[in-house]
């Protein structure tokens, strides 16, 4: 198809979708726009020609040499820069980030307090569960990534701690703003949604405002491409590993001689008990848990969505309602830990997504 009769026929389309839609009865317009938009793109990629290029017919090195630019049809180029990306890794990111809040809480930490217990006799366990698994766990030593690498891949992911960042790696620097962002947005878009069917809302439920879903999605996006980024190499073993480790000393925390040895009725007193004994403090360990569920679920949401700019609203507030009750847990939690005791809410929710200025970019945000 040449280039001005596809222009002529999209023009006509367009005019002929405008004029069938003002006809249309308000309940009948949503499902027919979707299908008319869908008929639309299928029919620029006919004038397209299909696959073939026209570049040689451009160039003179077609069969019929040179052409006229009105017989050459115009070329159609798929818009697919936000599905390259791979799953495989930002489902690891988010196993990442939960494997992350517990080693902030100190469940590795107290395995090695456990180990060396075990081993210098300062713990009072000889026969049990918890005494059979530290004794597999000193012979063996099933975990070929230790806290160095954690401590990197955590830098290189979510820009965290002050851990060696290798020359040359890609360092997610702003995982922390676009995250924040992200949970804000999804918060304030629920309640923003919340007042406009309860406050603002018109006679019928169909006629009421909706939140800005533009801005989740950019959000979403820009995060999610930037996990991509940053999350090649050792990190999806990694969290392999990590998390298999984590799933051992978590049942290693729960077993009934080390809950007695610390007169513990669960595993998370049991944690408690070895960092408060040995260590003298504890690290907000009913926030993080809460952060580490919640943290985890919105970034898969973010891994598994595929954010198309023209959803219909009712299907993405279905979608992101289990997303924005994560983020609002999320927030709640984050509010009570030592760094986001100074987070003012939904409210400016997208001044975090810029970036601090380079020299204070290496600051640990957790």
Known sequence: MSL??????????????QDELNNLPQAERQSLSRA???RFGQLIRDAAGGKESSFPDLVGFGSEGVTSFDEIPPAYIEADFDEGV???QLQASAELYFILQHDIMGVFKSMDILRRQFRDGT????????????YLLEKWRPLRYGPRDRSIAYGRVFNHGRGPKPAGAVINRNFQHQFVALISSLAKYYRDLTVSEVVRGGPA???RPYGAIATVQRIAIDLRYALDRSSYGNIVSLTHESGMYLSEALGILDSPDIKRAYDATNRWQALEGI???NRGSISDLSQRAKMAEAGRRILQWVAGSTFDSDVDADSFRVQARTAGSHAEAWIAAYRLTKEGRHFPGANANLKWSRSLPYGEQETAYY
């Open 36 to 38: 008319f938009e869908a």
């Open 86 to 88: 791979t799953p495989s």
């Open 205 to 207: 439920l169909d006629s």
């Open 275 to 277: 960092l408060k004994r």
């Open 4 to 17: 001005t009769d596809s222009e002529y026929i999209q023009s006509l389309f367009q005019q002929f979708m």
């Open 123 to 134: 713990i009072r366990i000889q026969r049990g569960p918890g005494a059979q698994k530290l």
